[in-house]
C-alpha cells in the first residue's frame, strides 16, 4: 500500500498529515514514553554500525568460529575488536 491509497483508506488529506507531521517538525512533540531521538537509533545507546571488507578466507573461519561457539559472526569480530583495543591500551 502506497501514501496515497492509505490516506485515501483512512481518509487523510494532505492538511491532515501536514498538522499531524508539524508537531514533530518544530520539536514541540511531547512524548509520553521519554525523549525522542533523531537519527540512528544506534546513536542514541551509544553504538556505531561500521562496514569493513575482509579476505573471504577470514570470514568463513569467523563463520566457523562463530557456529563452534554457537554466536553470532558479529559477536567474534566484536570480541576480536575488544581483544586488540585492550592490547593497545
Same mark, same amino acid.
Not at 569493513?52 to 563452534?68: C, G, K, N, P
Given at each position: ?11 487523510? %488529506?494532505?492538511?491532515? !498529515? @501536514? +498538522?499531524?507531521?508539524a ?5 514541540? =512533540?511531547?512524548s509520553?514514553d521519554g525523549?525522542?531521538? %533523531?537519527?540512528?537509533? !544506534? @546513536? +542514541? ?7 569493513v571488507? =575482509? ?26 575488536l575488544?581483544?586488540?583495543l585492550a592490547?593497545?591500551?
Amino acid at each position: 500500500m502506497n501514501v496515497s491509497e492509505y490516506m485515501k483508506k483512512h481518509g487523510l %488529506t494532505d492538511a491532515d !498529515l @501536514d +498538522a499531524m507531521a508539524a508537531p514533530y517538525e518544530s520539536g514541540d =512533540y511531547q512524548s509520553g514514553d521519554g525523549e525522542v531521538f %533523531t537519527g540512528s537509533h !544506534l @546513536d +542514541a545507546v551509544g553504538k556505531r554500525r561500521v562496514t569493513v571488507i =575482509y579476505d573471504a578466507r577470514d570470514t568463513q573461519r569467523v563463520a566457523a568460529i562463530a557456529r563452534s561457539r554457537g554466536v553470532k559472526t558479529s559477536e567474534v569480530y566484536r570480541d576480536a575488536l575488544a581483544y586488540y583495543l585492550a592490547a593497545q591500551a
